[in-house]
């Protein structure tokens, strides 16, 4: 029996990004001609944009219900989901909608 797997909207979006970039034969969007009016770069942006939004009010639920103001006093610091994820998020609408390519 196959195991039913959940569709995660950024994966696709970051999956639809990369075929883009190959195929426009460049490795973020910040170098390709199409980039400004790219109706999947946008879908990126968004999708990681409200991924962001809803790990921040995770992460916020869980220092709230734990009576913190901050992950760095909680015994599970290094290894929690909640804030690893977070990190996961905000790494990822750091880039911009670049398609996790980071360019300085």
Same mark, same amino acid.
């Given at each position: 029996?196959?195991?039913?797997?959940?569709?995660?909207? @950024?994966?696709?979006?970051? =999956?639809?990004?990369? &075929?883009?970039? /190959?195929?426009?034969?460049?490795?973020?969007? @910040?170098?390709?001609?199409? /980039?400004?009016?790219?109706?999947? =770069?946008? /879908?990126? &942006?968004?999708?990681?944009?409200?991924?962001?939004?809803?790990?921040?009010?995770?992460? =916020?639920?869980?220092? &709230?219900?734990?009576?913190?103001?901050?992950?760095?006093?909680? /015994? &599970?610091?290094?290894?929690?989901?909640?804030?690893?994820? *977070?990190?996961?998020?905000? *790494?990822?609408?750091?880039?911009?909608?670049?398609?996790?390519?980071?360019?300085?």
């Amino acid at each position: 029996m196959l195991a039913n797997k959940v569709e995660n909207p @950024i994966e696709n979006a970051l =999956k639809d990004l990369k &075929e883009c970039q /190959a195929q426009q034969k460049v490795t973020s969007c @910040i170098l390709c001609n199409h /980039a400004t009016n790219c109706d999947k =770069k946008e /879908a990126f &942006e968004q999708k990681t944009l409200q991924n962001l939004t809803e790990k921040q009010e995770s992460l =916020k639920a869980c220092q &709230e219900s734990k009576g913190l103001s901050s992950c760095l006093n909680c /015994a &599970e610091l290094l290894d929690c989901a909640v804030r690893n994820n *977070y990190v996961s998020a905000v *790494y990822l609408s750091m880039n911009k909608g670049n398609g996790g390519s980071f360019e300085f």
